[in-house]
């Protein structure tokens, strides 16, 4: 257990659908990752938070939305996506968005989203 | 900008065999350095860490040192189990925390 909790583990979903991706942390931290992690890839970042202001987007498509509410959680709403965003999608927490070990990434286990 | 590179896998090994995943970096400054793990179907977890040249992370059997000199942090275990067959994760950080892309291992019995 890492304190960082994302639901579903898994999901399966149509190209039409909308769904959202949840993260929360018990840690107390102040910045929020999204990761995807596509098999035989490198872990990709896709959007930072830090004190609920995102402060990074990795040129991310537009059917992926985030939403910080507060420090603690964190979401990923999915629309009209692809067949190839299917993947795992890791959140992340960390005390600080920079500085040598406050930024110390602590992962949730992530969602299995299957895109058909 | 910094960047971290890992050697690529598959690795293979039997049991109680010796592991070396090699990792090097590029950084300005004096970044730390890490190991994550990665396993099955779980997220990335910290396996150790190094935070100045010279020092040495340990924990549950794997060790890395942090070579300034040759900009280097290999992990190394001396006797590897099934247990630890899982995708390693070198990564720095220095401002923003960069990882490499991973190196999968394989353990057999």
């Known amino acids: 257990e890492t304190g960082v909790t994302q639901t579903p583990r898994h999901l399966v979903m149509g190209m039409t659908n909308k769904k959202s991706l949840k993260c929360e942390q018990h840690?107390?931290?102040?910045?929020m990752y999204w990761y995807k992690q596509s098999a035989k890839k490198p872990l990709e970042l896709m959007f930072v938070y830090n004190f609920k202001e995102q402060t990074e987007n990795n040129s991310v498509p537009s059917r992926f939305s985030p939403e910080c509410p507060n420090s603690s959680h964190l979401f990923l709403h999915l629309h009209t996506l692809q067949p190839e965003d299917s993947a795992l999608y890791l959140c992340?927490?960390?005390?600080?968005?920079?500085?040598?070990?406050?930024?110390?990434?602590?992962f949730g286990a992530g969602t299995r989203l299957s895109v058909l | 900008g910094n960047s971290v590179t890992q050697m690529e896998g598959p690795v293979t090994l039997s049991e109680e065999a010796f592991l070396t995943i090699n990792c090097t970096y590029t950084a300005t400054g004096y970044p730390s350095l890490f190991w994550y793990v990665q396993y099955p179907g779980e997220g990335l977890q910290l396996l150790l860490k190094?935070?100045?040249?010279?020092d040495k992370g340990s924990n549950k059997g794997f060790e890395a040192t942090y070579r300034k000199e040759t900009t280097s942090f290999h992990l190394e275990k001396g006797s590897v189990q099934v247990s630890d067959s899982a995708v390693y994760f070198c990564a720095l950080s220095g401002g923003d925390m960069r990882f490499g892309a991973g190196t999968r291992l394989t353990v057999k019995p």
């Open positions: 840690l107390g931290h102040n910045a």
């Open positions: 992340a927490s960390s005390q600080s968005r920079t500085g040598d070990t406050r930024n110390i990434q602590y």
């Open positions: 190094a935070t100045k040249a010279d």
